[in-house]
């Protein structure tokens, strides 16, 4: 049987900082380069906007109403040759409500891997089904690979191991056990690098965990 990896969808798998920066320049003419997001919460990062103003470009950015959302570089690949070896899921903290567009993205940009997908929050914005760290723990996850600090602390918590794709918004990170930061937001490089730390860090997961 296949050991499950769980894996986070934005700035892991999908790229959705980008065509957001787009979409706040289009619509207010405020321009922001990538390394500036050096928050998770993006109205500490855009002051002049409200946060339901960014709610709002969150939602259209995700419905893809005026750019299209890339995959991060090296993901698509990278994860069709670890679904040969893995059960693979996608865990979100996107709002349920958000589904649809989800879904529809992850059939086009990723249509020959088998995974599922899970919501971790409500329209809302409530903990949907538990937080995301007790639905890996709940789903038999034996790594996970996520971008938000905070998540990969809880995540870390449980006893899984998970790998830290390097942002902006994850540079306050020190060292801590069970979290292994990977790659370069500059480079762009993580996924390049994941086949060989997941060897690294699942080689005894043929023994009894």
């Known amino acids: 049987m296949k050991k499950r990896i769980t894996v986070d969808l934005d700035g892991v798998v999908a790229d959705l900082v980008t065509p957001l920066l787009s979409l706040v320049a289009k619509r207010y003419d405020l321009h922001y380069r990538f390394e500036d997001v050096r928050h998770y919460q993006l109205e500490r990062v855009m002051p ?87 639905i890996l723990r709940d789903l038999g996850s034996v790594l996970h690979l996520e971008d938000g600090l905070h998540f990969a602390k809880e995540v870390a918590e449980q006893g899984i191991p998970v790998i830290l794709f390097d942002q902006p918004w994850n540079q306050r990170h020190r060292p ?22 997941i060897e690294d860090l699942t080689q005894n997961l043929n023994s009894p965990l």
């Not at 801590?176 to 730390?197: A, T």
Request: aromatic share 8%.
């Open 48 to 134: 002049s906007l409200s946060a339901d103003d960014v709610l709002t470009m969150v939602e259209e950015t995700i419905s893809e109403k005026h750019f299209q959302i890339p995959a991060v570089p090296g993901a698509v690949s990278t994860l069709q040759q670890l679904s040969h070896s893995y059960e693979l899921a996608i865990i979100t903290s996107r709002k349920d409500i958000w589904r649809v567009p989800t879904e529809h993205w992850i059939q086009r940009e990723l249509p020959a891997i088998p995974l599922e997908t899970f919501f971790t929050t409500t329209a809302d914005g409530n903990v949907l089904n538990g937080h995301k760290s007790t």
């Open 176 to 197: 801590c056990h069970g979290i292994h930061r990977i790659g370069s937001y500059r480079e762009k490089d993580h996924w390049n690098k994941v086949p060989s730390l």
